[in-house]
């Protein structure tokens, strides 16, 4: 299928499959030749809300996007953001449903005309040119974020387990950062809008490679979606593509300018999200008109920002560089700290544990003097185990060794605390000779002084 749009024609295919493990498709895509606008959903949350939130998502951007500049775009996606956050809270089935989305448009900017691309999520946008294959958009993933930062390579990413977890989804919030930036149309370049079902299964060299091979849009779509459930299907896939068949005679222009010796300008890394700045005035001969959105500063506590100002008025790469540069630093103070306490909590509660378990008590066990391991009434979770008793009974204990052996008399060692024993039943029998010798009770007993010590 063709558009055309003012002096620039495109041809388009897509394909959306769910794949051969799940039981429901909750990825979309909309294809608007008519204004210029094509978009790639893939909706999440429970039971239907996956579908439903990206069927929104794609209906809405489609309905919205009726100012055909960068901004037009982004604010169809805000649009839609607002469809499916309402939907999501009028509705307790549909509750934190939400989708990424992945947009192309056709857009004036500065008399001219281009290509904008905007997403959010990690639905992505690629251009194949000239036998390479770049990704243009800026997956909103906690995988991606940790490749930036580089604790993550690109390709242990590729594999992480925790790689559809999400920083940025539209339909949840009732605003979302979206990121946007516009590319000059060039004959023979290929744009591909697609879901995770896709570059999660097949290699970005096979995309490639299908991109090369197969010169039909929608044959090359279907083939994309065929080998991705050929590698498992493990998730919904979908796939748009759509090619530059005629660019108003740019592409001839830019050749003729190579050969003066321009250098063909590359899309840097999408901005973020915040502000509009325009990035037209310090690049003046890009290819790539960047639409950035770049982080608001997030107030530090101490009343300070994260960037400079200066860097706040000049948005873009040196911004983000140094954000990301910023950000790695104060990981590498928590990673310190988290150590430091787990290093404090750790030898605290080892020394507790060493403190509660380290020395021995002579006490009482029911009516008999015993010895015991630990602290006596123990100390925190520690509680003292009896190592062994013995035969002293506790009221034949000399009065003034009573109170110390109630309360638990502490000993460095068990040989002290053997000693220790031996010492109270030589004085027990001293003072009041072994009860059970005796047979005439009476007497024996009144012998017990309770309070008045012989010695
Ligand atoms: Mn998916």
Redesign the pocket.
């Known amino acids: 299928m063709t558009a055309r749009a003012g002096s620039t024609r495109l041809r388009w295919g897509g394909a959306t499959d769910v794949g051969r493990v799940r039981s429901n498709n909750q ?1 979309q895509f909309v294809a608007r030749d008519d204004v210029g606008l094509w978009a790639v959903a ?1 909706g999440m949350g429970g039971h239907r809300g996956g579908e439903v939130a990206s069927e929104i998502a794609c209906d809405m951007v489609a309905r919205s996007f009726d100012r055909h500049t960068i901004d037009g775009l982004v604010e169809a996606i805000e649009q839609a953001n607002n469809a499916v956050f309402r939907a999501g809270a009028s509705d307790p089935d549909l509750t934190g449903m939400g989708t990424t989305i992945v947009a192309l448009a056709v857009v004036e900017h500065d008399d001219d005309e281009l290509l904008a691309i905007a997403n959010v999520g990690d639905s992505r946008g690629y251009r194949w040119s000239e036998g390479e294959l770049d990704q243009l958009t800026t997956d909103h993933s906690l995988v991606a974020d940790l490749v930036r930062e580089g604790s993550l390579s690109p390709d242990e990413a590729a594999v992480h387990p925790q790689r559809n977890i999400l920083t940025r989804v539209l339909g949840v919030y009732d605003d979302v950062p979206v990121d946007a930036f516009a590319v000059e149309p060039r004959h023979g370049d290929r744009y591909l809008l697609c ?3 896709l570059f999660n299964e097949v290699p970005e060299d096979d995309i490639a490679a299908v991109l090369r091979r197969v010169p039909d849009p929608a044959d090359a779509a279907d083939e994309l979606v065929r080998q991705a459930r050929e590698a498992g299907g493990r ?2 896939i979908t796939v748009v593509v759509v090619d530059v068949v005629d660019d108003g005679g740019r592409a001839e222009t830019a050749s003729a300018a190579l050969g003066a010796g321009a250098t063909r300008a590359t899309p840097g890394v999408p901005p973020r999200s915040g502000a509009y700045a325009d990035a037209d005035d310090d690049q003046p001969d890009t290819r790539t008109a960047r639409h950035r959105r770049v982080a608001a500063p997030p107030a530090r506590e101490d009343g300070g920002d994260y960037l400079d100002e200066d860097d706040y008025d000049e948005p873009g790469r040196r911004a983000e560089g140094r954000h990301s540069r910023r950000s790695r630093r104060l990981s590498w103070r928590v990673a310190l700290f988290v150590v430091l306490i787990v290093a404090l909590v750790g030898g605290a509660l080892a020394t507790i544990q060493w403190y509660g378990r380290s020395t021995y008590f002579v006490g009482i066990e029911g009516d008999q003097v015993a010895i015991y391991k630990g602290r006596p009434g123990g100390l925190l979770w520690i509680d003292p185990s009896l190592v062994e008793s013995t035969d002293l009974e506790v009221d034949r204990l000399p009065p003034s060794r009573r109170t110390a052996v109630e309360n638990g008399k502490e000993m460095a060692t068990l040989a002290d605390a053997r000693h220790y024993v031996e010492n109270l039943t030589e004085q027990a029998d001293q003072l009041n000779p072994p009860v059970t010798t005796t047979t005439t009770a009476p007497t024996t007993t009144t012998t017990i002084p309770p309070a008045v010590p012989a010695a």
């Open positions: 990825d893939d879901s995770d079902g998730d919904n």
